[in-house]
Every structure is written in structure tokens, then in C-alpha cells.
């Protein structure tokens, strides 16, 4: 083991005898007691193993037996990680480098001891698919890229439009250019190694679908058993969700089911607003801000999927915000037993 403090954390006194690892209480831990052997916490910058580390604070005066306890009590207390210099060394140094807040911020929000490393692999190995690059959409694909997926294409057939630029999306200088080599550029521009192009051949390991979802895309979707996270800003109303993992989650009959249920006409309603018969939209009312927080939680919803550290919120669910008091609040959307989806 290569010992190190994670990253994301600072050691902070107390008082003269007392180390507090972190700033806010839901991360922080405190250490009392440690006088001179609070010098071992300095020696744990993942650049020396554990038998390294020891025999460095006998130098500093710090029995063996002390140095080792202090390893154990910081490695109990989750704030220890052991980040292997082979995979330090696999990464290339601007990768390295910009990659490193989101390595810092995996360590430290799923509390896994490497450093993100496992987070890192799955991500670097992960394929997602965004339909629709609109303001929406394109956000989704460079917070992906950014966040370390290896291969972000965007399928859309759409011209841009100003309406469309945002400042974490697509760019004025992208007006009159195609929507889905807009996003490209985009993500090259935050993440230059990332994938691109699309191999319609290969079926994504996530496929993000921005707007009101075609109904014949999400029957191949389900028949193709791809997983699927559908997101929408409309209205002045942001939801993200569901996530849909054919036979096992909620899927969009199930959600839309339910709604029928409680409103006999939503199925009237559904058709005009989606689908190859879809009324022509007006102006789409959703601002920057929330298009960003949008694209935002919808990114993280995303990554909580391949990242599979904890279930997703908006699996058999959806997560909503509506301006002005910009409140996420978790809609459940339980399967329906009418559905054939099987979940």
C-alpha cells in the first residue's frame, strides 16, 4: 500500500493537540492525542509505501508501533487511499491533470481507498450516446466528457440555432453549423481525447435522450435492452429521469400508465406533444441556468450509473426543479403492472 490522504482534504489543528482531517462534518474526522507522531500525517503523499512511511518517522523520532497506529486510525477513518503509482503512471500527465478534481471528489464521495482509480477505469471504458444537442443536450455531453467518459457522441440532424448557445454547450461561432458536429467540437474543446464519432453499430452503454423522447427510438431502446436516461427542460421546468434499465426499472409506459390513470386524457396529450404527429413547438422556455442545472444533475445521474457505486435517484423515478425556488424534488414512479416491460 501506497499511503495517501486523500486529496480533497486538508489537516487542520484544532488545538495543540488535536488533528482534524477536513472541513465540513459530514467528511471531516479528528485525531487527539498525537503530539510529535502527527508528523507521520505529512509523510502520507502516496510516494512512499507503508514500510517507507514508517521507517521516514523513525527518523522524526516516532516509534514503528505509533507511525503504524496512526496509518491504521487515518485508514479506518476513510481518509486514506491507496492510489498505485502503475495507474498514476497510465495516465498521460495532461490527462493526469485534468482529470484530477473528479478523481479528488470520487475518492472522497463514494469512499472507495484508491483514489477514484476503479471510478476512472469504468468511466474510461464507457460509451454514451446523447440525442438531441440542443441547450440541453450538448451541456449533457461536455459535463460526460469532462467528467471522464471515453466516448461521448450526440445524434442529431438539427441546424444550430442561437437559441441553442450556452456557455458550458454550444458556442455563437457554431450558428448555422450542424448541431451534432457542434458537440463535438465542444467536447474536444474540455476533453480532447474523448471519442467522438458514432459507430451505429455498437450500442451504447448509456443512451442520454434530450426531449421529449420519440416513441420509436425508445422501442428500440427496450428491445435493444439499452439502458436510457430521459431528460427535458420545458415550461420552465426541469426533469430528469427516468433512468431505464429494460425488465428491471421503471421504463416510459410504465410513467406514462400512471399518468393515464390519473388523467384520462394524457395519452390524447402525449401524442400531440411527441412523436412523429407532434404539434410544432413554440419558443422553448428554458433558460441558461436551466438548461446548465438540468444538463447538470442529468450528467450526475449518468455517471452514478456507470460509476455503479449506489442506485440511482432517478431510477423508477424522476428528479424535477422548477424556477423561481429552484428545489430538486424526487417524483416515484413505481412499474406499472399493466406494462409488458417487465420490470
Given at each position: 500500500m501506497r499511503p495517501a490522504l486523500k486529496v480533497g482534504l486538508r489537516p487542520l489543528w484544532r488545538d495543540s493537540d488535536t488533528l482534524q482531517i477536513g472541513v465540513d462534518p459530514r467528511r471531516a474526522r479528528a485525531l487527539t492525542g498525537l503530539g510529535k507522531a502527527a508528523a507521520v500525517v505529512s509523510l502520507l503523499d502516496g510516494s512512499r509505501d507503508t514500510g517507507e512511511v514508517v521507517r521516514t518517522a523513525g527518523r522524526y523520532g516516532i516509534r514503528e508501533e505509533v507511525a503504524h497506529?496512526?496509518?491504521?486510525?487515518?485508514?479506518?477513518?476513510?481518509?486514506?487511499?491507496?492510489?498505485?503509482?502503475?495507474?498514476?503512471?497510465?495516465?498521460?500527465?495532461?490527462?493526469?491533470?485534468?482529470?484530477?478534481?473528479?478523481?479528488?471528489c470520487a475518492a472522497l464521495a463514494y469512499g472507495h481507498g484508491d483514489g477514484g482509480a476503479a471510478v476512472l477505469a469504468r468511466r474510461r471504458a464507457a460509451f454514451a450516446r446523447i440525442y438531441g444537442a440542443g441547450r440541453v443536450g450538448a451541456c449533457v455531453a461536455t459535463f460526460l466528457a469532462a467528467s471522464g467518459v471515453a466516448w461521448v457522441s450526440c445524434l442529431d440532424t438539427g441546424t444550430t440555432e442561437p437559441a441553442d448557445v450556452t456557455p458550458a454547450g454550444l458556442g455563437a461561432a457554431d450558428i448555422g453549423t450542424s448541431r451534432a458536429d457542434a458537440v463535438a467540437r465542444a467536447v474536444r474543446r474540455v476533453a480532447p481525447e474523448v471519442r467522438t464519432a458514432d459507430d451505429r453499430g455498437r450500442l451504447p452503454d448509456l443512451a442520454v435522450i434530450c426531449g421529449r423522447p420519440d416513441p420509436v427510438l425508445l422501442d428500440a431502446l427496450m428491445r435493444d435492452r439499452v439502458p436510457h436516461l430521459v431528460v427535458?427542460?420545458?415550461?420552465?421546468?426541469?426533469?430528469?429521469?427516468?433512468?431505464?434499465?429494460?425488465?428491471?426499472?421503471?421504463?416510459?409506459?410504465?410513467?406514462?400508465?400512471?399518468?393515464?390513470?390519473?388523467?384520462?386524457?394524457?395519452?390524447r396529450i402525449l401524442a400531440q406533444a411527441s412523436g412523429a404527429d407532434a404539434l410544432p413547438a413554440?419558443?422553448?422556455a428554458c433558460d441558461t441556468v436551466l438548461a446548465a442545472a438540468t444538463a447538470a444533475l442529468a450528467a450526475a445521474q449518468a455517471l452514478t450509473f456507470v460509476d455503479r457505486v449506489c442506485h440511482?435517484?432517478?431510477?423508477?423515478?424522476?428528479?424535477?426543479?422548477?424556477?423561481?425556488?429552484?428545489?430538486?424534488?424526487?417524483?416515484?414512479?413505481?412499474?406499472?403492472p399493466a406494462c409488458s416491460c417487465g420490470a
Open positions: 497506529r496512526v496509518i491504521e486510525l487515518l485508514a479506518s477513518a476513510g481518509v486514506l487511499d491507496d492510489f498505485p503509482a502503475s495507474t498514476r503512471a497510465a495516465l498521460p500527465d495532461y490527462l493526469r491533470a485534468r482529470i484530477g478534481p473528479e478523481l479528488a427535458r427542460a420545458e415550461e420552465a421546468i426541469g426533469v430528469v429521469g427516468p433512468l431505464v434499465l429494460p425488465g428491471r426499472w421503471t421504463c416510459l409506459r410504465c410513467v406514462d400508465l400512471s399518468k393515464a390513470a390519473h388523467d384520462p386524457a394524457w395519452p413554440g419558443m422553448v440511482p435517484a432517478a431510477a423508477n423515478g424522476t428528479l424535477e426543479v422548477v424556477p423561481p425556488e429552484w428545489q430538486w424534488q424526487r417524483r416515484g414512479w413505481p412499474p406499472h
